[in-house]
T-cell receptor, first 113, second 113 residues
Framework: NAGVTQTPKFQVLKTGQSMTLQCAQDMNHNSMYWYRQDPGMGLRLIYYSASEGTTDKGEVPNGYNVSRLNKREFSLRLESAAPSQTSVYFC????????????FGPGTRLLVL | AQSVAQPEDQVNVAEGNPLTVKCTYSVSGNPYLFWYVQYPNRGLQFLLKYITGDNLVKGSYGFEAEFNKSQTSFHLKKPSALVSDSALYFCAGKYSSASKIIFGSGTRLSIRP
């Protein structure tokens, strides 16, 4: 089992460019999550998907969109990147819902110039 | 507002000594509480969780945490620290069937030989 995988590992964007962060899990989990990690602020939830076909906003959704492509895949899109979106992005999955243990991917480090 | 607080940014302990990483929470119900660990350039890994029942929860790598309802605390402990325990530790909580998980800001644990 690969667990949770994320691509790319690292990306540099210019302000205004767009990109999609990819996430996939092979644990047959129903719920998937996108977080950003910034120094001193812990992890903040951007979007989550409780189950295939559903998505919901987290604490910091502005500037992002998500797609739950199927049960395995959950992508995060930045339509017009801003320097404030420089961060480390983590995808996670859990069996069913926020009360369950989450399993995290290795992260994507994004730098917006 | 519901929250999770980690009052210490950094904890320094000598190898072999006991360690404590503090976490407090504010809730309006019965919480689900978690501890996760993050090693450099890696995603978060689950250590342990409290749902209900026994207030002392045992987890991975010899860690344990005590749920204290009167003090609204969920401190992480280990009787004898190892240098390999050096990492970033996150407390997280979920407070009702409808709420989302919230992460603390993290505590960097440094174990000196």
């Amino acid at each position: 089992n690969a667990g949770v995988t994320q691509t790319p590992k690292f990306q540099v964007l210019k302000t205004g460019q767009s990109m999609t962060l990819q996430c996939a899990q092979d644990m047959n989990h129903n719920s998937m999550y996108w977080y950003r990690q910034d120094p001193g602020m812990g992890l903040r939830l951007i979007y989550y998907s409780a189950s295939e076909g559903t998505t919901d906003k987290g604490e910091v959704p502005n500037g992002y969109n998500v797609s739950r492509l199927n049960k395995r895949e959950f992508s995060l899109r930045l339509e017009s990147a801003a320097p404030s979106q420089t961060s480390v992005y983590f995808c996670a999955s859990s069996l069913a819902g926020h009360q369950e243990t989450q399993y995290f991917g290795p992260g994507t480090r994004l730098l917006v110039l | 507002a519901q929250s999770v607080a980690q009052p210490e940014d950094q904890v320094n302990v000598a190898e072999g000594n006991p360690l404590t990483v503090k976490c407090t929470y504010s809730v309006s119900g019965n919480p689900y509480l978690f501890w996760y660990v993050q090693y450099p350039n890696r995603g978060l890994q689950f250590l342990l969780k409290y749902i209900t029942g026994d207030n002392l929860v045992k987890g991975s790598y010899g860690f344990e945490a005590e749920f204290n309802k009167s003090q609204t605390s969920f401190h992480l402990k280990k009787p004898s620290a190892l240098v390999s325990d050096s990492a970033l530790y996150f407390c997280a909580g979920k407070y009702s069937s409808a709420s989302k998980i919230i992460f603390g800001s993290g505590t960097r644990l440094s174990i000196r030989p």
